[in-house]
């Protein structure tokens, strides 16, 4: 499990106005359909280049809709595999739910798809179904904002979080299923005496900062960036923020961590519960 701080999360892992990842879409039922594309991309991961997947919409990586707006979607597979996109959090007609086989086949390479159905609010996102493609970060946000969320005085930060390893997906669940020794309690690579830095805290052992995940990724990531390369999110001095945290990840936990910051966690998996006030908050896959 990996804690992030609000000073070392929360500034440094996001852009300044979530609109900058999610663009807003004009809401309007006779426009056409939103084109979205699954299709490849390259990262600087580090310092190292990664060629990974990812969903694009009109203005970007994922879609926001407003209140009342359907979605209407043509997704063209741009990969050169097969694939099929879930619509985590949303309850679409059974066919277009993005299930392989169930009823429709993968999308093939060049193939695009039309979805139609009425959305639900909060924060959910989207999601290759099949496993090794999600381990090379096909998944975006989709946020469908509510009459409220508009109301409100408040900013928006959306925040997706990955694993990631530079090895092909099928080397990696071959070395988990295996059962070697590639988690425990042996320190993340390059995560090594960050215990004692601000805003991080990867658990203790022997007074070593520690990773406790089934398997050593190579990164974490913050809307595609690192603790170490970060993107920076410019809050007003006393400001209101609606952080919409979504974990992505192939095999880890996330604990999010706002320090002295008041915070409420008024949502899990796009439904409003209890308000719950706190600052320390666990984020399961």
Known sequence: MNTLSR???LAASATAIAAAHLPRIAFAQSAAPLALS?????LDIDGRAATVFGLAGPGGQGLTFDPGQRFRVDLTNNLDVSTIIHWHGQIPPNEQDGVPDMPMPLLAPGETRSYDYETRPGTHWMHSHVPIQEMRLLAAPLIVRSAEDLRADRQEVVLLLHDFSFKAPEEVLEEIAGGADHGDAT??????????????DHGTMGGMAMDLNDYNWDAYLAND??????EVVQVERGGRIQLRVINASAATVFWIDTGAAQSRLVAVDGHAVQ???GSRFGLAM
């Not at 320190?187 to 991080?200: D, T, Y």
């Not at 960036?225 to 970060?230: E, F, H, M, S, V």
């Open 225 to 230: 960036r690192t603790l170490t390369d970060p």
């Open 7 to 9: 000073r070392g999360f």
């Open 187 to 200: 320190a993340a690579p390059g995560m090594q005496g960050m215990g004692n830095m601000p805003g991080m």
């Open 275 to 277: 308000p719950l006030s």
């Open 38 to 42: 699954a299709a490849t991309r390259t």
